[in-house]
């Protein structure tokens, strides 16, 4: 199959995947669903904060979109059943861009439907005199689409799905022993610079005399600025790294 696109092609090949592969997720919609109604349960007797609700619902709703790659597409990769979709009639191209709808766009809805349909539910009780309920937590829509946090959220998924697509056995696992390391990874080495840093005076005195050439003549808004500019260059590589290793996985899967 060439590294084409075709839309007609393209279209049946998501029809498929919403078909055969999204159902794979309801348990795990229902699960983080599920914790919406033990809260609820919880406090039937008592009042249940709409804040504690609102900052309930948007782990949830992350981890809802962060672990669905692992469960949407669980045997993309596996030697027993990979095979099944590796003779999909659509280009590699088409796949990735399928896959990427499918957990950046579909599952992020399905999840804001489910727990936001759950709570309004829950609500209906709580308004009939059953649980604690008191307003609705919706999750802010305005939030969710800013052109920043839409970045992040592509850099956000587009990693485990590069993550599901190279690992074929204990990838969430993997994964987070790999997230885990690089953490540690980080404080080390911001606490070596650091410390460096502190028992260096020439070193010292040469980082500050560069933070005052960059931002002496800046404001804090400009300087927050700057970063905001730099946090989206990077999650725009990652996006871009990670997009790239999931393609060429596809492309070289072997069975």
């Avoid at 993309?76 to 766009?105: D, F, Q």
Wanted: charged share 15%.
């Amino acid at each position: 199959m060439s590294d084409t696109f075709d839309f007609g092609r393209f279209g049946k090949l998501f029809k498929y995947e919403c078909l055969n592969y999204l159902p794979r997720y309801v348990k795990g919609m229902l699960v983080f669903a599920g914790f919406i109604v033990a809260s609820w349960a919880f406090t039937i007797k008592d009042g249940y904060a709409l804040n504690d609700r609102t900052e309930m619902i948007y782990p949830l709703f992350c981890f809802a979109v962060l672990l669905s790659p692992y469960f949407v597409y669980s045997d993309i990769n596996s030697r027993k059943k990979g095979y099944i979709y590796a003779i999909i009639p659509a280009s590699t191209l088409e796949k990735l861009l399928s896959m990427s709808l499918m957990c950046m766009v579909v599952v992020p809805v399905c999840a804001f439907v489910a727990l936001t349909a759950t709570d309004v539910l829950l609500w209906l009780f709580s308004m009939m005199g059953i649980g604690g309920f008191k307003e609705i937590a919706f999750l802010d829509l305005a939030v969710l689409l800013d052109y920043r946090v839409i970045i992040s959220a592509i850099a956000f998924v587009s990693t485990p799905m590069m993550f599901n697509a190279v690992f074929r056995s204990h990838k969430i696992l993997k994964t987070l022993l790999f997230f885990l390391a690089l953490f540690f990874a980080l404080v080390f080495g911001v606490s070596f610079i650091v410390s460096a840093l502190s028992v260096n005076l020439a070193t010292e005195r040469a980082f500050e005399i560069w933070l005052g050439r960059t931002f002496g003549n800046c404001s804090a808004q400009d300087v927050i600025s700057f970063l905001e500019i730099m946090l989206l260059l990077f999650n725009a590589a990652i996006a871009c790294v990670t997009l790239a290793v999931t393609y060429r996985r596809i492309k070289k899967m072997d069975y």
